[in-house]
């Protein structure tokens, strides 16, 4: 494989362009693999999927997203947290397991328990000859290629890529992922890279605290988003489910707060819009994403309008990816290795 630069500065945002045909070879899988796979996920009684950090809420996405496809109970439990959880394990039991590189400590003690307690394990992967791919009963890999920076991109979107199709094939269709009409979609968005390189340099002021409101399918975006802003540019921002806001995170909104909202014009169009008006009323600017423009953004970064609510975060990630790289080049932070983190944590 692959692993140099090429023409670009780091490999992080190699790995963000490369989001451009990623998404496909996700889904890329051997038949009789895939079928055992969606066959263990359709038998379950009960449906448990883990990870850590970005992996993490790539569980989130498939949990409501797999809950909407088969109208099934999926849980997401963060892999740190799995084993004060364990009381509802047994032999009923499918835990997904979803990690990139598939050495991820707490990823493996939770299989590791899960299995002693009766449960199947599936996972999801990037490096196929991985303990978490040797550890479960039936493991797919993402095909995404060496993942070198440490903050997650490429390998994000082709997780959430593998589940969606394993959900379809599932549900005979009802998330509608069509590989190629994602990879167009995030191509264009990409397109849109100097605009946000600009954001970032000209637009914004110089910003300490960022907060991304979303809700349902957008929330893990939020999450996300600011995980990547943590790491690449060392900033300080936090995802908030947009109806939490009046339960406490409104009172830190003033006229120094950044505030990313996650809109399109999908079924929380509406209530998310209302949370933007009470954080512009307390003079915070506000980044608005979304295939719709209000008057109410500072800035807009337009994202295409998607045949399924579902199919959002596969776009919407891509400016939040963008806009943390070039933040981080602002910052004079490098950020394909950020200072003490390692890109497989290893230990507990
Ligand atoms: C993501 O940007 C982070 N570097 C980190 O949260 C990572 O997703 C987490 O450590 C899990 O890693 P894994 O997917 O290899 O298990």
């Given amino acids: 494989a692959d692993v140099n630069k090429g ?6 945002i190699k790995e963000i362009f490369e989001q451009r045909t990623s998404v496909k070879a996700a889904t890329y899988q ?10 263990t996920i359709a038998a379950a009684g009960n449906i448990i999927v883990t990870g850590s950090g970005t992996s993490y809420h790539t569980s989130l996405i498939t949990s409501m997203a797999g809950c909407r496809a088969l109208k099934k109970r999926f849980e997401p439990v963060m892999a740190s947290e799995f084993k004060y959880n364990m009381d509802s394990i047994d032999k009923d039991t499918v835990v997904l397991a979803i990690s990139q590189s598939g050495e991820t400590a707490d990823v493996l003690s939770a299989t590791k328990l899960a299995r002693a307690a009766g449960a199947k394990i599936l996972s999801i992967v990037n490096v196929s000859t991985s303990s978490l791919a040797r550890a479960a009963d039936v493991s797919l890999a993402i095909n995404s290629g060496p993942e ?15 589940a969606y199709s394993v959900l379809d094939r599932i549900s005979g269709g009802r998330i509608g992922f069509d590989r190629d009409a994602v990879s167009d979609k995030i191509t264009k968005m990409l397109a849109g890279s100097a605009a946000i390189e600009r954001l970032v340099n000209v637009t914004m002021p110089k910003v300490n605290d960022i907060y991304l409101l979303g809700r349902s399918i957008h929330f893990p975006i939020a ?12 900033v300080h921002a936090e995802g908030i489910a947009a109806g939490e806001l009046k339960h406490g ?28 008006h009470e954080v512009k009323t307390r003079g915070a ?10 008057d109410i953004y500072d800035a807009m970064i337009e994202i295409p309008k998607m045949e399924n ?4 975060p596969l776009v919407e990630v891509i400016p939040l990816q963008l806009f943390s790289y070039y933040l981080a080049l602002r910052n004079n932070v490098d950020p394909d290795f950020p200072r003490n983190l390692a890109k497989s944590v290893t230990v507990k």
């Fill in 7 to 12: 023409e670009f500065a780091h490999y992080t």
């Fill in 30 to 39: 051997e038949e009789h693999k895939i079928k055992v796979f969606c066959d």
């Fill in 148 to 162: 070198i920076g440490v903050a997650a991109t490429k390998s994000f979107t082709g997780q959430v890529s593998l």
């Fill in 223 to 234: 999450l996300e988003g600011a995980l990547k802003m943590k790491e690449l540019a060392y």
């Fill in 249 to 276: 995170p409104l009172a830190l909104m003033d006229k120094n707060a950044v505030v990313f909202v996650l809109n399109p014009d999908d079924k929380t169009y509406g209530d998310t819009l209302s949370s933007a």
């Fill in 285 to 294: 600017k506000i980044i608005g994403i979304s295939n719709v423009s209000n």
């Fill in 309 to 312: 609510e579902l199919l959002y």
